[in-house]
């Protein structure tokens, strides 16, 4: 196992495998490390400062927003803005196109982020995250960048990670040459190679649901629950559920461990018809990463990074994680659909 190699060595190792890259993705992603290592600052010491709390206002989501996802917002923006990298950001926590301030140059890449996800957990003390997708812009750089360059499928994306505020702090990416983890040291400040090459089991034995949902979802998501529960099913070893109610920490442990992840589409809230899960900043990035895992993502019907976006936040259902595990969930939709 590769030991004592930092992110910024691993991020360089990288930009020398492709000898006509420029370092502009170089420092982008080193751009993404600096501000990991700001909000975990600001997140470590959340219960200590005013931080803690509702910021009073709320966000594109129509959710509550914490003073800790603004800040996450703010870093972000301002840290990829000033590289002069991107022609645009799109943030979770914003409704539009975030324009790159004038005094920035553009450059060829835009990023997809939700600075703080799972942000409802903050007061617990429940591990949460910071989810980043990049894409390479389609349009010419003469041209303000737009909607054609946000609205790609998550194919073509080039890279995805994302950061998770837990016992430790993680950052887990690929740009698509298979996904390693980096384990903060904080004695030192630096994001250390802790988990080369992660792939995820074929099959794990944990499922990760909000089955408080179960009487809102579809034939086919009941069916495969309730037989993930069966004792007369013949599994080879019993499923447990396992259920944070974070993203980044319900997918990274089954990244690890192996198990599927499930946020189906639900008719709790009529609003909200295809899920909760954001396409761009959520579903893709995640689905590229347990991809180069090895796993699969779907939403039961197609695979997640085929969609081709319509809005910049729209939702998605999310199947996620052992290929094997998706695999039978999709068979049994197919089943519940051919009925
Ligand atoms: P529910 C957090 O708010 C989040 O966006 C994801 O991190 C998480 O997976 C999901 O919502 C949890 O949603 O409806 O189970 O509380």
Redesign the pocket.
């Known amino acids: 196992m590769d030991i004592g190699i930092t992110i910024f060595n691993h991020i360089l190792l990288n930009q020398k495998l492709n000898p006509g890259a420029s370092g502009a993705f170089t420092r982008l992603l080193m751009a993404i490390v600096v501000a990991a290592k700001l909000v975990q600052r600001d997140v470590a010491k959340a219960g200590l400062a005013d931080v803690l709390g509702r910021a009073g206002n709320i966000n594109v989501q129509g ?1 509550e927003v914490q003073k800790l996802d603004e800040i996450a917002n703010q870093v972000l923006k301002r840290l990829l803005s000033s590289t002069g990298e991107v022609c645009t950001l799109i943030s979770e926590e914003e409704a539009d196109l975030i324009e790159i301030p004038r005094q920035y140059n553009r450059g060829n890449y835009l990023v997809h982020f ?1 600075p703080l ?5 903050i007061d617990a003390n429940v591990s ?2 910071t989810i980043f997708s990049i894409y390479r812009r389609v349009t010419p750089p003469e041209m303000d960048a737009g909607l054609k360059d946000a609205l790609q499928p998550g194919l073509r994306q080039v890279a995805a990670g994302y950061i998770i505020y837990g016992s430790s702090c993680m950052l887990v990416y690929s740009t698509g040459s298979g996904v390693h983890g980096f384990t903060m040291d904080p004695s030192v400040g630096e994001f250390i190679l802790s988990h080369p090459n992660i792939q995820v089991p074929k099959k794990g034995k944990i499922y990760s649901a ?1 089955e ?2 179960y009487c809102y979802w579809d034939q086919g998501t009941r069916d495969y629950i309730d037989w993930l529960k069966d004792p007369h099913a013949g599994h080879v070893k019993p499923y447990t559920s396992r ?8 997918f990274h442990r089954n990244l690890l461990y192996g198990g599927i ?1 499930l ?1 189906p589409a639900d008719m709790r809230d009529p609003l909200k018809p295809k899920g ?2 954001r396409l761009m900043c ?1 579903a893709n990035p995640m689905s590229f990463i347990i991809e180069q895992a090895g796993g699969l993502a779907t939403t039961g019907g197609e695979r997640i990074l085929e969609i081709q976006p319509t809005e910049l936040h729209q939702r998605v259902p999310l199947i996620i994680g052992s290929a094997e595990d998706v695999q039978i969930y999709q068979d049994f939709v197919a089943k519940a659909n051919a009925r």
């Open positions: 959710e939700d996800d799972g942000s409802s957990n949460i995250g909000n408080a949902n259920y944070i109610g974070s993203l980044v920490a319900d992840f946020y909760k899960l959520e």
